[in-house]
């Protein structure tokens, strides 16, 4: 039995809506997605195998509703999800709930401590298992089925807890705790986590987003949710016991504040350049205690800005959606033989690290089966000034940046790890520069531009602002 706790408003009140539009409806759920003790871990490239849960991992969904318009977000403890699933999930979602699968997305927080569930290590290391003794027993459930089925039912669950409610947004500054993990060297490379105190560093490859965005949901004023966004790598507990990251104590922190039964969900915004090691000291932040710290200290600061949030005026819920294709990198017969053949040796020191990345990278590509990457690009506004964009992969931070520089609405929210997980989506200047990010990406350099292009024009039409 799947089991979803789910916020029952009881008030029978309707918040009165502004200039006579229709009111505003939220439901929530939340599901665990805990896999078994005991199956692999996702995050690196070697076989690390789970000893138990220092935290659970979660789906929390949210679903909103205008007159006839609604749509569904759904944001996982996951490192990533594949189009496999969020395919199958959206199609059975809107089957469940009426929520076309164009305005529903399924995201991942990005998680290095959750289950590998998918990808060309996960196949390769499940086709050893069975080759060796005919059975996987790293995997005692079918995970991805059973996930899928917790998906839609929590979309579902939330769909039928609709009540009024209002939104309150506030947007603060959290500095100090992203940094941009690519860094020009002093002869002129681009490296990804130099180490910390190197002499060799020269500065950053790349910015940062500061922004740390805020939506509250409230019914009567009180809140009871909230959706924190923030560009920030989730890959700071490491060990082999399942967690959530800094998420988890973000939430337990803002708990203390709004009661015991808010819940607090967490949406990563455009980082695959950006993590939280600063190279000017050399301290160590690879633990719980340095999530912890991470989520006390956004939690402290969103705390601190929602004292002044502001309630969102008119709601106006409408979305826009387009699917384009973004090329993929090609290979040939011999360098896919060659990439299936290194699998082998990822994790172990036969092989540099540069070329394990490459191998993976080529054989994912491969698994795919096509010669370009299908990509939802997806818009939301909840009113005239505030619209939310969800985006695949794992994009640089420049890319989201320029959404949000570019975007009609006063302010725009930029999701990453939206509905498939292709990898990281680097500019055109980070391929040209190397590295790690883009010798692990899948794509041909343009796409994450293309991507950009893509949600800008949405968010043009949205506003009606479209020439």
């Not at 997605?33 to 000893?51: A, D, K, Q, W």
């Not at 104590?249 to 980082?271: K, V």
């Not at 993929?328 to 172990?348: H, Y």
């Not at 420049?398 to 292709?422: H, M, W």
Request: hydrophobic share 40%.
């Amino acid at each position: 039995m799947i089991a979803l706790v789910l916020l029952a408003f009881c008030s029978a009140s309707s918040l009165a809506a502004a200039d006579d539009a229709e009111p505003l409806s939220i439901g929530l759920a939340v599901v665990d997605v805990t896999p078994p003790i005991g199956h692999r871990m996702s995050g690196y490239f070697y076989e690390r195998l789970s000893t138990g849960t220092a935290n659970p991992l979660q789906a929390r969904a949210i679903v909103f509703k205008q007159g006839s318009e609604q749509f569904a977000w759904v944001f996982c403890d996951l490192v990533g999800v594949p189009a496999s699933l969020t395919s199958q999930v959206r199609e059975a979602a809107e089957a469940a709930t009426g929520i076309p699968v164009e305005k529903i997305v399924i995201a991942a927080t990005h998680s290095h401590t959750g289950p590998l569930y998918f990808g060309a290590l996960r196949d390769y290391f499940h086709e050893q298992a069975i080759a060796k003794t005919g059975v996987d027993e790293h995997e005692a459930i079918d995970y991805s089925a059973e996930l899928e089925k917790k998906l839609v039912e929590a979309i579902a669950a939330a769909s039928q807890s609709m009540q009024p409610a209002e939104v309150a947004a506030s947007f603060a500054t959290q500095r100090d705790l992203a940094f941009n993990r690519r860094y020009f060297m002093k002869n002129g490379s681009v490296i990804t986590n130099p180490g910390k105190l190197n002499p060799d560093i020269d500065r950053p490859a790349g910015p940062t987003d500061v922004e740390l965005g805020l939506l509250q949901f409230r019914r009567d004023g009180k809140p009871f949710a909230g959706l924190t966004v923030f560009g920030l790598h989730l890959d700071t507990t490491d060990g082999t016991e399942y967690a959530a990251d800094f998420p988890f104590y973000l939430e337990r922190d803002l708990r203390r504040t709004f009661g015991s039964q808010y819940i607090s969900i967490f949406g990563i915004g455009p980082c695959g350049d950006v993590n939280h090691f600063d190279v000017s000291h050399d301290r160590p932040q690879k633990s719980h205690e340095e999530a912890e710290r991470i989520g006390a200290t956004i939690a402290a600061t969103a705390l601190k800005s929602l004292e002044t949030a502001v309630p969102l005026g008119k709601p106006e819920l409408n979305s826009s959606y387009q699917r384009i294709e973004v090329p993929f990198q090609q290979f040939t017969a011999a360098e896919i033989a060659a990439a299936k053949e290194n699998l082998s040796k990822v994790g172990t020191r036969e092989l540099p690290i540069m070329e394990q990345v490459a191998a993976v990278k080529i054989v994912g590509v491969n698994d795919y089966g096509v010669r370009s990457l299908p990509v939802d690009v997806q818009a939301f506004c909840l009113s005239d000034s505030l619209a939310v964009v969800a985006l695949p992969g794992e994009l640089f931070t420049e890319l989201g940046l320029a959404i949000k520089q570019r975007s009609p609405f006063a302010k725009t929210l930029v999701l990453e790890l939206c509905n498939d997980y292709p990898g990281y989506i680097p500019t055109r200047r980070g391929y040209i520069e190397g590295g790690y990010e883009p010798t692990y990406s899948k794509l041909e350099p343009g796409g994450g531009e293309q991507m950009v292009d893509a949600a800008v024009a949405l968010l043009r039409e949205l506003k009606g602002t479209e020439k």
